[in-house]
Structure formats: C-alpha cells, structure tokens
Nanobody, 121 residues
Framework: VQLQASGGGLVQAGTSLRLSCVAS????????MAWFRQRPGKGSEFVVA????????LYSDTVAGRFTISRDNAKNTLYLQMNSLKPEDTGVYYC???????????????WGQGTLVTVSS
C-alpha cells in the first residue's frame, strides 16, 4: 500500500487544521492506521492510532482532547483533525499503516511521505 498525506500548512496558534492520508489500495479497511510526527530536531513521535474498523483509538497525552483521528474506509482515507494548535505541534506529520493484530504502539511498516505543519505563535 502507498500512502499520500496532505493538508499541512502554516497556521496561527489556537486555530485548526485537518490532515488527510489517502491509501492506494482497495484493502484499506484491513489496515490499522496511525499518525506520527517529527518535530524540529527530534525523532519520530507517536501521535494517535486507529484500528481498521475505526472503533478503537489511542492518543498520545500531548494531543488528547485536541486532535481527533478518523477514517473513511469507503474512500480509503485517514484523517487527523487538529484543533487548538500550539507552536509545539509544529513538525512533519506522517501517516502509517500496519496489518494483523491491532497494537496501537506496535511497528508500522508502511509510511507516507509526510506533510509539514507549522504553527506560529
């Protein structure tokens, strides 16, 4: 599966942004999905995961209550709604996929190319 993330941009703190990730497969519903981010000067960081059906989610403490993950299996698309953005949310956001058992913090072998989010203060 190939993943294409989009929706990043430059926004002011306190505003919202929605990221999308389109999967190039008709078996998108078989994949558990996640968003990761890489903030400037830091390694990749888990943000949130969702199981293949959309019933189970896990958020990192840093985004819980502000970000919402969702998916539309009919459109092969994953979303990340980001509200109340903070300057520390700045980074490159990646969507990632894994098959098999749902383990939110497990390994995700397939990654998209990333979309840059910049939050100004």
């Amino acid at each position: 599966v190939q993943l294409q993330a989009s929706g990043g941009g430059l926004v002011q703190a306190g505003t919202s942004l929605r990221l999308s990730c389109v999967a190039s497969t008709d078996t998108f519903s078989l994949y558990h999905m996640a968003w990761f981010r890489q903030r400037p000067g830091k390694g990749s960081e888990f943000v949130v995961a969702i199981d293949r059906s959309g019933d189970k989610t896990l958020y990192s403490d840093t985004v819980a209550g502000r970000f919402t993950i969702s998916r539309d299996n009919a459109k092969n698309t994953l979303y990340l709604q980001m509200n109340s953005l903070k300057p520390e949310d700045t980074g490159v956001y990646y969507c990632a996929a894994r098959e098999g058992v749902y383990y939110a913090l497990g390994e995700y072998p397939t990654w998209g190319q990333g979309t840059l989010v910049t939050v100004s203060s």
